[in-house]
């Protein structure tokens, strides 16, 4: 008979968003009136930019012709896109990037799960807590981890508290870890590192030879104009850093799937024996070997945002997201709880009224004002006690959901 793979079964209960779905969906059920809002899930709700569907529905008429007809593409990406980010996304900022090594993707989410197959089982991992749960999921679901915890937390992996004393700021290991998983700006704090805090954590990588998986997918939304957009922007960075974007939330693409993963030549790391070998044909070999790459319309598309015409669009869309944030946050505020984020993130990260769980807050929210969030505790033990809104909604509804919430639930704080 097959054997299961056991790990799977130390992962606990259910994948938060989906639990988050069965809860909303048994509510919808019995409340068949109630007009919920959903602001748990970060998935956008605004149309691709003009100059993205213009881009694609030009690849498309390519693919109609035998001229211009495309089949499999390049597995790591075509030139066209991988010089655009180069350019754009490094290049401007001061920051040298090789296209080659640049690989597209179909998600960071799906980058950020993969990368671990490059890397010995021995290593020890460092995470933030409250964390993306894919992070610890993948790492528990290939046998990095002992069982879990009555805390919720798993054996075998390093948990760096972000803590309102803190400012969500994560401390520096006090132990040697091989891998840190770093993301920013945060899911799901709603806070941004500094480029001082950033070479605290390059400096760490660097003396303990580490590798930082730097997560920068809601890189657009750093309004600030002292923080850095790229780990790439601190010396010794690309020694020990491999950085993944996404254009999901940047330009809307969580429907169309488009993201990037860079890692440097000069990265390297250990074999058993004590040997230096580079990181980049590793992961070249695991991308070619398991992905025939993005669809070239897709690809297209996501070319067209370095465009003029792409960038204002995309600026326009971010601008957007943003200021739902800021409403969010100003409208909470003005409801009484201490509110976190928003300002270069698309996320509000507040503090559950007095008394109530994360996920009793989440049924109260459901129940009173027919809104849908994310309870803290469900990206980490650190995160009880605390709630996420996403500002990836309408402007009606946003602004709806924060008249709700003052209304019905502002009382119970």
């Not at 909303?24 to 059920?29: I, K, N, P, S, T």
């Not at 946050?329 to 928003?342: C, H, K, L, N, Q």
């Not at 946003?398 to 119970?412: D, L």
């Amino acid at each position: 008979m097959a054997k299961v793979n056991e790990h799977y079964l130390k992962l606990q209960a259910g994948y938060l968003f989906p639990e988050i779905g069965r809860r909303v969906r048994a509510f919808c059920e019995a409340n068949s009136d109630a007009d919920v809002i959903k602001m748990g899930i970060g998935d956008v709700t605004q149309p691709l930019p003009a100059a993205v569907i213009r881009a694609m529905h030009d690849a498309v008429d390519e693919l109609a012709n035998v001229e211009t007809f495309k089949g499999y593409g390049p597995e790591t990406g075509y030139s066209f896109l991988r010089e655009a980010i180069a350019e754009n996304d490094f290049a401007e900022r001061g920051v040298e990037i090789d296209p080659e090594e640049i690989f597209i993707s179909d998600g960071s989410k799906s980058d950020s799960s993969n990368l671990v197959e490059v890397f010995g089982a021995d290593n020890k991992i460092a995470v933030f807590d409250p964390v993306y749960p894919v992070y610890v999921d993948t790492n528990v679901m290939v046998g990095r981890t002992g069982p879990a915890l009555d805390s919720g937390r798993y054996e075998g992996l390093v948990y760096l508290p972000l803590t309102e004393e803190t400012g969500f700021q994560p401390p520096l290991p006090k132990e040697k870890v091989d891998l840190i998983y770093l993301c920013n700006p945060n899911n799901p704090t709603g806070t941004v590192a500094s480029k001082k805090t950033l070479q605290k954590w390059v400096d760490y990588a660097r003396e303990h030879e580490a590798v930082i998986f730097y997560d920068a997918a809601y890189e657009a939304f750093i309004s600030e104009d002292d923080m850095p957009h790229s780990i790439y922007e601190i010396p010794g960075a690309k020694d020990v850093a491999i950085e993944l974007r996404s254009f999901s939330k940047t330009a809307g693409f969580t429907g169309t799937r488009c993201a990037f993963t860079v890692v440097p030549r000069q990265l390297t790391g250990t074999t058993s024996d004590g040997q230096s070998q580079a990181l980049h044909p590793l992961w070249y070999r695991r991308h070619s070997t398991k992905s025939n790459g993005v669809s070239y319309p897709i690809q297209r598309g996501a070319a067209a945002i370095y465009t003029p015409d792409g960038k204002q669009q995309v600026r326009k869309l971010v601008d957007f997201y943003l200021e739902n944030a800021r409403l969010l946050r100003e409208g909470m505020s003005d409801a009484g709880f201490t509110v976190y984020g928003g300002v270069n993130a698309p996320y509000v990260w507040l503090k559950t009224p007095t008394g109530l769980s994360s996920w009793e807050f989440f049924d109260l929210l459901l129940e009173k004002s027919n809104i849908v969030g994310t309870p803290g505790s469900g990206f980490g033990a650190a995160g009880e006690g605390f709630f996420r809104l996403s500002a990836f909604s309408s402007r009606e509804n946003t602004v709806e959901a924060i008249a709700r919430i003052q209304k019905s639930v502002a009382a119970k704080v």
